[in-house]
């Protein structure tokens, strides 16, 4: 084993401890944040760090860094209270990848980056045309992350667009059928395949030959 | 493409709105956390809610449900402050997914799914000892979601210990060398295949065939 303590972390060089600490949780969701300002610019952005809160009433939570340099993102969802969030699947990794270059506010990555915008019924804020899971979102609260001044963006789900043929029985998502990719540290992406599905864990289900 | 409205969602059976809901956000960690209780009661609960909060200091999120029931694990950091995370390789799924079974607190889910327990160095918590990619934590604090009760525990990373060959370069982790899992949902797991690294996002770099 490759023994890292927290001396060597912080000593590490900058690139290596991104890469180091950005990598350590395991896999991450890979999706594009969709967002419109009040003056109707819109915003797309890619984030590894959304996570699921609770599903009564359906919430999921959204990490964004500081506003110590301008994040279009954050400004553009505390504005207009909506978002869209669009699962980053094998067709468009490299144009996914492409929001995260420093764009000017006035400029849309929706444009620049070559993914088109699309809008749907009244939802007034673009989802991505190319995604094949796209939910839309209200914003509920943000939440200071004292530590380091993070912030914890929570939003409630309003709407769920999905692909024919992609939801199974029990109402889960079959992700190889939505092509669906995840992101590992901050630029490697991976393609999954299901290995196995278990039922609800249960005491009295416990293989005998485990018991000591 | 199948719509689900709010409406939809809210009225779907619990199992189907759970496995929506939990799988929606694309794929998530699979992650042991091992704690300890001040009566040296060791526990082990299988997580996918572990999220990347900021690299200098290194510190995680993780979400757990509210204490309307007992969490063992959550009482468990509150009261010894320091928590293992260890991920899950293929190795080690259906042991990893039993851990969510309903154990009592005298019951230790190290023995009772047939994991090893490993103590390092000074760590007065227990790791995993099949995990390939172990963390030391320290809690930092606890941040309650008032808009559904559950907590974000903020942890720092005091130690990393990850499997010879399996750190690229550039610091960042190779989860295909690593053999860590994702999940889908609550309980689908799935193996990661590498399919590309792009290098930092520049505007500069954007492909000449995408300006419209």
Redesign the interface.
């Known amino acids: 084993?490759?023994?890292?303590?927290?001396e060597d972390?912080?000593s590490?060089d900058k690139?290596?401890?991104?890469?180091?600490?950005?990598?350590?949780?395991?896999?991450?969701?890979?999706?594009l944040i969709g967002t419109i300002s009040d003056q109707k610019q819109e915003n797309l952005a890619i984030f590894?760090?959304?996570?699921?809160?609770?599903?009564?009433?359906?919430?999921?939570?959204l990490?964004t860094?500081p506003n110590s340099v301008p994040r279009h993102t954050y400004t553009n969802i505390i504005e207009s209270k909506f978002y869209t969030?669009n699962?980053i699947n094998?067709n468009i990794?490299?144009?996914a990848?492409?929001?995260?270059?420093?764009?000017n506010r006035d400029e849309s990555e929706f444009?620049?980056?070559?993914l088109e915008k699309e809008y749907i019924d009244s939802f007034h804020v673009p989802y991505v045309k190319e995604s094949e899971?796209k939910?839309g979102m209200k914003f509920?609260?943000e939440?200071k992350?004292?530590?380091?001044d993070?912030i914890?963006i929570?939003g409630?789900?309003?709407?769920?667009?999905?692909?024919?043929d992609s939801?199974?029985e029990?109402?889960?998502?079959d992700?190889e059928k939505l092509n669906?990719?995840?992101i590992?540290?901050?630029?490697?992406?991976?393609?999954?395949?299901?290995?196995?599905?278990?039922?609800?864990?249960?005491?009295k289900?416990?293989p005998t030959k485990?018991l000591?």
């Open positions: 084993m490759i023994h890292y303590n927290r972390i912080d590490l690139v290596s401890r991104l890469n180091l600490i950005n990598s350590v949780t395991g896999f991450k969701p890979a999706n590894s760090s959304l996570v699921h809160l609770g599903s009564k009433p359906p919430l999921l939570g990490v860094r969030i699962h094998d990794i490299e144009r990848h492409m929001t995260s270059a420093k764009f444009e620049k980056c070559s899971c939910i509920v609260e939440i992350i004292r530590s380091n993070t914890l929570v409630e789900i309003i709407n769920i667009m999905i692909k024919q939801v199974a029990d109402g889960s998502l992700f669906s990719v995840c590992s540290g901050l630029d490697t992406y991976y393609k999954a395949q299901k290995i196995v599905k278990y039922p609800y864990a249960k005491k289900n416990i485990w000591r």
